[in-house]
C-alpha cells in the first residue's frame, strides 16, 4: 500500500514565525488532504488539494504530484496553530494518514 | 450550522462489558466512515458506509461492528472491549467516496474518548 512520511516529526517555533511542513508519499494518488488536530483532538479540514496550490489566510499548500510531495505552509504562526498536522492521500477507497508533524506555538 | 455529531465525548466502560458510540451528521452525507486513534499515532480506518454498503478492512478486528440505520446515524459497538481498544474513536462524513468518482474533503467529528477499565 501507499506510504506516507511527514517531516519534520516536531516542530517548535515563537509565535509570528513562519513554518513548512512536508509529505511524501510512495505512489500516484488522486486524494490529498491536510488536516490540524487540535489539542482537544478535533481534527480540521485544511485543504483538500490532490494538485496545485491553494490558499487561506495564513496558510497556503501545494502539491507536487507528479514528484510525490507536498508542503504546508504557514506563515505568521500563532499559539492557536499548535497541535498536530496530518497529511492523508487517497488509496482507492480509503485515505491513509501520514505520521504528521506535531506543532508547537509559544508566545 | 452542518456538522458531525459524536456522543458521548467521554465513555468509560469495563474490560469485557460491550459498549456502544455514536455518530450523527447534517450534511447529508453519503459516506460515513470510523477510525481509531491511539495516543501519538495517526487515525487507523475501521470501515465506512457508502449508503447502505458497508465496507470493513481486512485488519479491523471481529469485537468491532458498526451500523448505519438511516443517512444521518451511523453507531460503532464494540462487543468486548479489551485493555488496547482504549482509544479515540473518531467519525468522519464525505459526500462522495472514493469509488463514486467524486473525490470529497473528509469532515470529522470531536471524537469519543474511549477507557476501559
Known amino acids: 500500500g501507499i506510504q506516507v512520511e511527514q517531516s519534520p516529526p516536531d516542530l517548535i517555533l515563537q509565535e509570528g514565525a513562519n513554518s513548512t511542513l512536508r509529505c511524501n508519499f510512495s505512489?500516484?494518488?488522486?486524494?490529498l488532504q491536510w488536516f490540524h488536530q487540535n489539542p482537544w483532538g478535533q481534527l480540521i479540514n485544511l485543504f483538500y488539494?490532490?494538485?496545485g496550490t491553494k490558499q487561506n489566510g495564513r496558510l497556503s499548500a501545494t502539491t507536487v504530484a507528479t514528484e510525490r510531495y507536498s508542503l504546508l505552509y504557514i506563515s505568521s504562526s500563532q499559539t492557536t496553530d499548535s497541535g498536530v498536522y496530518f497529511c492523508a492521500v487517497g488509496d482507492t477507497d480509503k485515505l491513509i494518514f501520514g505520521t504528521g508533524t506535531r506543532l508547537q506555538v509559544f508566545p | 450550522d452542518a456538522m458531525v455529531i459524536q456522543n458521548p465525548r467521554y465513555q468509560v466502560t469495563q474490560f469485557g462489558k460491550p459498549v456502544t458510540l455514536s455518530c450523527s451528521q447534517t450534511?447529508?452525507?453519503?459516506?460515513m466512515y470510523w477510525y481509531q486513534q491511539k495516543s501519538s499515532q495517526a487515525p487507523k480506518l475501521l470501515f465506512h458506509y457508502y449508503d447502505k454498503d458497508f465496507n470493513n478492512e481486512a485488519d479491523t478486528p471481529d469485537n468491532f461492528q458498526s451500523r448505519r440505520p438511516n443517512t444521518s446515524f451511523c453507531f460503532l459497538d464494540i462487543r468486548s472491549p479489551g485493555l488496547g481498544d482504549a482509544a479515540m474513536y473518531l467519525c468522519a462524513t464525505s459526500r462522495g467516496g472514493f469509488g463514486s468518482g467524486i473525490q470529497e474533503t473528509q469532515y470529522f467529528g470531536p471524537g469519543t474518548r474511549l477507557l476501559v477499565l
Open positions: 505512489d500516484s494518488v488522486n486524494n
Open positions: 450534511l447529508n452525507h453519503n459516506v
Open positions: 488539494i490532490p494538485s
